[in-house]
């Protein structure tokens, strides 16, 4: 009885050992008396105890290898340190397993040996900007070397570009010169760029001012011209006026039927206003030529006719005196 429990108890023992459940995203690989049997996946499996074993369990994964620097040397011969990032994934469980004895090791040397090649063929200037170049390269190269290994090289990536400290030096000095360049032509730009729109906003000034002359002197001549109009207008006016007036007169005097001394007086009058003695010559018509003899006769008749009054006035003071 002890012995028959002991063995039902082995057999519950291998019975448990025989259940295996593989997890999530993980490959298990079984063999069964030293050969390849199968390829579990996600799963419950069971397995004949003491003839078969799991000869690895393989995770699929992506998986990220941080690879330390390797030198290599450029086309220029340039000694520098770069390490890269290789990400892969399990694709064949069973060729990952029996294909290359140590995975890590064959793709890391293999990293080494193709960034060699490609950065070989490179120049250091040339090298430092076509990162993206030589990533896809080191990609393309590994993931075709590795199909046999049952992996998938996704992508690489070159993390540090490390060049000598005297390339180092020489080529921040390159790039403070080639700031110190930018920011002169950057300057002189700049400076030719203000100069241009001085001139151009000098030039706008002058063109503006010109246009303001142009339109001041427009308007000042037309100003001028509708003055000169309305003078001229007012002095035809007030010439039409006098004419009218003048006529006027005449159709009065026409009217009244004036006599001939009356006109001969007017004369007198305006003869008068002439000879104000402003004038140096005056020239008398003839007509009042023989009015101022006539007059001239009369003031004598009129002078002799007072100077005997006058006598006669003293004769009688005389008589009076004598009394």
């Given at each position: 009885?002890?012995i028959?429990?002991?063995?039902?108890?082995?057999?519950?023992?291998?019975?448990?050992?025989?259940?295996?459940?593989?997890?999530?995203?993980?490959?298990?690989?079984?063999?069964?008396?030293g050969?390849?049997?199968t390829t579990?996946?996600?799963?419950?499996?069971?397995?004949?105890?003491?003839?078969?074993?799991?000869?690895?369990?393989?995770?699929?994964?992506?998986?990220?290898?941080?690879?330390?620097?390797q030198?290599?040397?450029?086309?220029?011969?340039?000694?520098?340190?770069?390490?890269?990032?290789?990400?892969?994934?399990?694709?064949d469980?069973?060729?990952?397993?029996?294909?290359?004895?140590?995975?890590?090791?064959a793709?890391?040397?293999?990293?080494?040996?193709?960034?060699?090649?490609?950065?070989?063929?490179l120049?250091?200037?040339?090298?430092?900007?076509?990162?993206?170049?030589?990533?896809?390269?080191i990609?393309?190269?590994?993931?075709?070397a590795?199909?046999?290994?049952?992996i998938?090289?996704?992508?690489?990536?070159?993390?540090?570009?490390?060049?000598?400290?005297?390339?180092q030096?020489?080529?921040e000095?390159?790039?403070?010169?080639?700031?110190?360049?930018r920011?002169?032509?950057?300057?002189?730009?700049?400076?030719?760029?203000?100069?241009?729109?001085?001139?151009?906003?000098?030039?706008?000034?002058?063109?503006?001012?010109?246009?303001?002359?142009?339109?001041s002197?427009?308007l000042?001549?037309?100003?001028?011209?509708?003055?000169?109009?309305?003078?001229?207008?007012?002095?035809?006016?007030?010439?039409?006026?006098?004419?009218?007036?003048?006529?006027?007169?005449?159709?009065?005097?026409?009217?009244?039927?004036?006599?001939k001394s009356?006109?001969?007086?007017?004369?007198?009058?305006?003869?008068?206003k002439?000879?104000?003695?402003?004038?140096?010559?005056?020239?008398?018509?003839?007509?009042?030529q023989?009015m101022a003899g006539?007059?001239?006769s009369?003031?004598?008749?009129?002078?002799g006719?007072?100077?005997?009054?006058?006598?006669?006035?003293t004769?009688?003071?005389?008589?009076?005196?004598?009394?």
């Amino acid at each position: 009885m002890i012995i028959f429990l002991i063995i039902l108890a082995l057999l519950v023992i291998l019975g448990i050992l025989s259940v295996k459940i593989v997890p999530q995203s993980k490959v298990y690989v079984l063999e069964r008396l030293g050969s390849y049997q199968t390829t579990w996946s996600t799963g419950v499996h069971f397995k004949l105890p003491i003839f078969d074993m799991v000869r690895s369990r393989v995770s699929l994964k992506e998986r990220v290898v941080d690879f330390p620097p390797q030198p290599v040397i450029t086309k220029d011969n340039v000694t520098m340190q770069i390490d890269t990032v290789v990400f892969y994934q399990v694709t064949d469980a069973k060729l990952y397993t029996y294909g290359v004895d140590n995975p890590l090791l064959a793709i890391e040397n293999l990293t080494a040996t193709t960034l060699r090649n490609i950065i070989g063929d490179l120049e250091l200037d040339h090298t430092l900007t076509s990162r993206d170049v030589i990533n896809t390269k080191i990609t393309s190269i590994l993931d075709s070397a590795s199909d046999k290994w049952g992996i998938k090289v996704n992508r690489v990536e070159l993390k540090n570009i490390v060049p000598p400290a005297e390339i180092q030096n020489a080529m921040e000095k390159q790039m403070k010169a080639e700031r110190e360049r930018r920011q002169l032509v950057l300057q002189a730009e700049g400076r030719k760029n203000a100069d241009i729109l001085v001139a151009e906003g000098e030039k706008r000034s002058q063109v503006l001012r010109a246009e303001a002359e142009k339109e001041s002197l427009i308007l000042h001549a037309e100003a001028v011209r509708e003055q000169s109009i309305k003078e001229a207008e007012g002095k035809a006016r007030a010439i039409e006026i006098v004419q009218t007036a003048t006529a006027r007169g005449l159709e009065m005097i026409k009217a009244v039927d004036v006599s001939k001394s009356v006109i001969s007086l007017k004369s007198l009058e305006t003869f008068e206003k002439v000879a104000d003695g402003k004038a140096t010559k005056i020239i008398i018509p003839s007509e009042i030529q023989s009015m101022a003899g006539l007059l001239a006769s009369a003031k004598e008749i009129v002078n002799g006719s007072e100077s005997n009054s006058d006598e006669s006035k003293t004769e009688v003071k005389h008589d009076n005196k004598e009394k």
